[in-house]
């Protein structure tokens, strides 16, 4: 029985056996993969070189361009005051504001006027002088003169035996004292010109008195020099002041000033494209500010915008913060105010400042995000990873600008690889900025 089972399973297995023979025999060839690897997909941008402006960003206070500060120059009571002379009034210049008592200075004038007049009747006077004694030295030489000859003629008498001694002795006293006369006249016109010198400083001192006493006597009125807003005032009437007092504050309305601390960096780049010589101390120094335009904005109103104008930069770093000192200027601050939509610049207003520097053409500018460290990833022509290290000039509002290190026409790698080997097959897509 067990032989017969045996060969009744014969069949259906040689059947299944016939049936994997027919389906291996007829089966479809294989079918031939490509062994060549696909890499990751990368975005790529291919750079091109563009123009850039370099920016700075800073942050500073409003200050007065000009600021005036009235200090007594002469002591007396203040006697008036404009009415308008408070803190916070608007003063338009040359309008006087104050005034201190001119009695003193009045009368310093009078006595000093009278001085004058008194040494111009004395340097009269001693002209006069001079004349007369010319006068008489004139007289007094005729007769010395006359009584020198009649000496000479009585000596010879004398001598004849005609007229006594004695006579001759008369005739040489006669000359003797017209001499001494014809000397003493001679010495007091020597002596006028230091006598005239002497009248003539007196003449100039009392001048210069007078000068002195007009000078005092003109500051005791007080004019505003220009256009102001007036901060402070120290004197009120009937009060007395000192020489030196500070009686009046005002800052003046048609510019106002920011100083903006730029870091070194940031201050490099704003020159970059000047190509200055020496270095960035000496930047600061003689550097074309002109050459950086600027504008700036209250902190607390974005919106409005003033326009600026680089006046200059202060001669050395801020001690603390290490940065640059840029002062910029504003025209005409009050201009177009129409508060509370637009408030004038007036000083302690907290300012953001933004610093253009001259353009810079065809640079290689990449994102930010496509630098690793101090390298850049290219793709090659045959779609290879290529790690290459560039030189950063400086960043800017997330673009980096290189020195060196990438040229026109090569694409680089905008995502962030990991891992990133060298020669690694990858699949670019181009991503348009």
Do not use: C
Request: net charge negative.
């Amino acid at each position: 029985m067990s032989r017969l089972s045996a060969l009744w399973a014969l069949p259906p297995i040689a059947l299944g056996v016939a049936t994997a023979i027919w389906f291996v025999s007829n089966a479809p060839e294989p079918a031939q993969l490509d062994t060549e690897t696909q890499g990751p997909a990368v975005r790529v941008r291919t750079i091109t070189p563009t123009e850039i402006r370099p920016v700075a960003h800073g942050w500073g206070s409003v200050r007065p361009a000009t600021r005036w500060t009235a200090i007594a120059e002469v002591r007396g009571q203040i006697v008036w005051r404009h009415p308008d002379l408070e803190a916070g009034r608007l003063i338009r210049a040359g309008t006087e504001v104050m005034r201190i008592d001119p009695s003193d200075y009045e009368l310093a004038i009078a006595q000093a006027r009278a001085d004058a007049q008194a040494l111009a009747a004395e340097a009269a006077q001693l002209a006069a002088e001079q004349a007369n004694t010319e006068r008489v030295l004139a007289l007094e030489t005729e007769r010395l003169r006359l009584a020198e000859a009649d000496q000479t003629r009585i000596d010879g008498l004398v001598a004849q035996g005609v007229n006594p001694q004695t006579r001759a002795d008369e005739a040489e006293r006669a000359v003797l004292a017209a001499r001494r006369t014809v000397t003493e006249l001679t010495n007091s016109l020597a002596l006028m010109p230091a006598r005239r010198a002497r009248i003539e400083a007196q003449q100039a001192r009392t001048e210069a008195a007078l000068a002195r006493a007009e000078r005092d006597l003109s500051h005791t009125r007080l004019s505003a020099p220009f256009d102001m807003r007036v901060t402070r005032v120290n004197a009120e009437r009937f009060q007395p002041v000192s020489v030196g007092q500070v009686l009046i504050e005002g800052d003046a309305l048609d510019q106002v000033e920011v100083v903006v601390q730029v870091p070194v960096p940031a201050f490099q780049r704003l020159l970059a494209p000047l190509h200055l010589p020496g270095d960035t101390l000496s930047a600061m120094r003689t550097g074309p500010a002109e050459l950086i335009a600027a504008e700036l904005h209250p902190i607390d109103n974005p919106g409005q915008v003033w326009a600026a104008t680089v006046t200059r930069v202060e001669g050395m770093l801020d001690p603390k913060a290490r940065t640059v000192p840029v002062v910029v200027t504003v025209e005409a601050p009050y201009d177009g105010a129409a508060p509370p939509l637009r408030l004038p610049l007036v000083p302690n207003m907290q300012v953001e400042v933004t610093l253009r520097g001259a353009p810079l053409a065809d640079v290689i500018t990449v994102p930010e995000a496509a630098l690793h460290g101090d390298e850049i990833y290219l793709v090659t022509e045959e779609n290879r990873l290529q790690r290459r290290l560039v030189s950063v000039a400086f960043r800017q509002d997330g673009q980096v600008t290189l020195r060196e290190g990438l040229a026109a026409g090569e694409r680089i790698v905008l995502d962030d690889l990991a891992p990133a080997f060298e020669g690694m097959a990858l699949t670019p897509i181009e991503d348009t900025p």
